[in-house]
């Protein structure tokens, strides 16, 4: 079985000031890795995924992540933060691309004037 | 990109009563979708995979009675929340996967349902 650990439930952050949500996992099996952003009231929106090749993996809205095999770790970043990346964030796996999907706790992020 | 829609996006019911929550991709066929639940401020938890011309597959906690899916089409997947009590209120999501350019599937959400039972 898989688990993940989002290591912070909030981050408030400053707008143009960077941010790093961090999120570890364990799985007995090599596993796809995905983050994915919640806006209030709505679905889930897939920001970037890790599923081979470049550890470094970009995605929309400016942000990247870097998959770390040996510390079984899949960071998410972003230089500057705007207002509108207020929101929750989630790291999730699964076993196969297109299986069912194993969650974090989540991080809510909250971007200050 | 794929768009996966659900209806209704809000639901108010009485305790005791049924509700049915559709989960549809709309440009493209999914033989498989997934029922996720998620409480305030908690993360998603799977439900049950949901099968096109086959039973579901229910997580381990997760009544099949209780949470009835059907899968009729390659298109639509219900979750019906039979005999609904306070307790079932919450934020339900479906997703479904569409192979990407990689030929590796990738989980497009719906918008989720919101459910509250009086």
């Known amino acids: 079985a898989q688990s993940v650990t989002q290591l912070d439930s909030q981050v408030p952050v400053f707008e143009e000031a960077p941010v790093e949500l961090r999120c570890n996992y364990s799985?007995?099996?090599?596993?796809?890795l995905f983050w994915y952003v919640q806006y209030p009231n709505q679905g889930l929106q897939l920001l970037l995924k890790y599923l081979s090749g470049s550890t470094l993996v970009k995605g929309i809205n400016g942000f990247e992540a870097e998959f770390n095999k040996s510390q079984t770790s899949f960071h998410l970043r972003k230089p500057s933060v705007h207002i509108s990346d207020t929101a929750e964030y989630f790291c999730?796996?699964?076993?196969?691309?297109?299986?069912?999907?194993?969650f974090g706790g989540g991080t809510r992020v909250l971007v200050k004037p | 990109g794929a768009v996966v829609s659900q209806h209704p996006s809000r639901v108010i019911c009485k305790s005791g009563t049924s509700v049915k929550i559709e989960c549809r991709s709309l440009d493209f066929q999914a033989t498989t979708m997934f029922w996720y639940r998620q409480f305030p401020k908690q993360s998603l938890m799977l439900m049950a995979t949901s099968n096109e011309g086959s039973k579901a597959t229910y997580e381990q906690g997760v009544e099949k009675d209780k949470f009835l899916i059907n899968h009729a089409s390659l298109t639509l997947s219900t979750l019906t929340v039979t005999s609904a009590h306070p307790e079932d209120s919450s934020f339900y999501i479906c997703?479904?996967?569409?192979?990407?350019?990689?030929?590796?599937?990738?989980?497009?959400f719906g918008p989720g349902t919101r459910l509250t039972v009086l």
């Open positions: 799985s007995s099996v090599s596993v796809y």
């Open positions: 999730a796996v699964s076993k196969a691309a297109g299986n069912k999907l194993t």
């Open positions: 997703s479904a996967p569409l192979k990407t350019g990689q030929g590796l599937n990738t989980q497009y």
